[in-house]
């Protein structure tokens, strides 16, 4: 299991999602362009003392992305489609993909998957919070894999 943020733009975000990664022992992709430089005093704030134990790697594109890391799958988040998350069959082998905060994730990387999968929201909301969609999202892949054992 891998999380990937794909663009990711606000460095608080990354920086909970960075955190997350290192509490579940969870592999953190991130496709460039960043929003941010690594370095943001932001985004280490967010992640506190926990970068030394987040296994962090950067790609310049998605292409590397997949070139270096061959997941067995992509698994794509949408806010706007997809099979509810509660009901997706995760894998213990997938790359949870999440899009960048103001956009999510572009048409043609929604086409390189036929695995989409949505957190169903209620009421007048449009969107989670990006980290906290990836927490929501990592969660329900390992419970329902057997990470969480």
């Given at each position: 299991?891998?999380?990937?943020?794909?663009?990711?733009?606000?460095?608080?975000?990354?920086?909970n999602?960075?955190?997350?990664?290192?509490?579940?022992?969870?592999?953190?992709?991130?496709?460039e362009?960043?929003g941010?430089?690594?370095?943001d005093r932001?985004?280490?704030?967010?992640?506190?003392?926990?970068?030394p134990h987040?296994?962090?790697?950067?790609?310049?594109d998605?292409?590397?992305?997949l070139?270096e890391?061959?997941p067995?799958?992509?698994?794509?988040s949408?806010?706007r489609?997809?099979?509810?998350?509660?009901r997706?069959?995760?894998?213990p082998?997938?790359a949870?993909?999440?899009?960048?905060?103001t956009?999510g994730l572009?048409?043609?990387?929604?086409?390189l998957?036929?695995?989409?999968v949505r957190?169903?929201?209620?009421?007048?909301?449009r969107?989670?919070n990006?980290?906290?969609?990836?927490?929501?999202l990592?969660?329900?892949?390992?419970?329902?894999?057997?990470?969480?054992?």
């Amino acid at each position: 299991m891998r999380l990937v943020l794909f663009n990711p733009e606000i460095p608080p975000n990354t920086g909970n999602v960075a955190r997350l990664c290192a509490a579940m022992r969870i592999p953190l992709h991130l496709i460039e362009p960043l929003g941010f430089s690594l370095a943001d005093r932001y985004l280490k704030r967010a992640g506190l003392d926990y970068w030394p134990h987040v296994d962090l790697r950067v790609h310049p594109d998605m292409g590397h992305f997949l070139r270096e890391t061959a997941p067995s799958r992509l698994v794509l988040s949408s806010a706007r489609g997809g099979v509810p998350a509660h009901r997706f069959p995760f894998e213990p082998g997938d790359a949870i993909v999440l899009g960048p905060e103001t956009t999510g994730l572009p048409g043609e990387i929604l086409g390189l998957s036929e695995h989409l999968v949505r957190i169903p929201i209620r009421g007048e909301v449009r969107s989670l919070n990006m980290s906290t969609a990836a927490g929501i999202l990592l969660h329900e892949a390992l419970r329902r894999t057997g990470g969480l054992d």
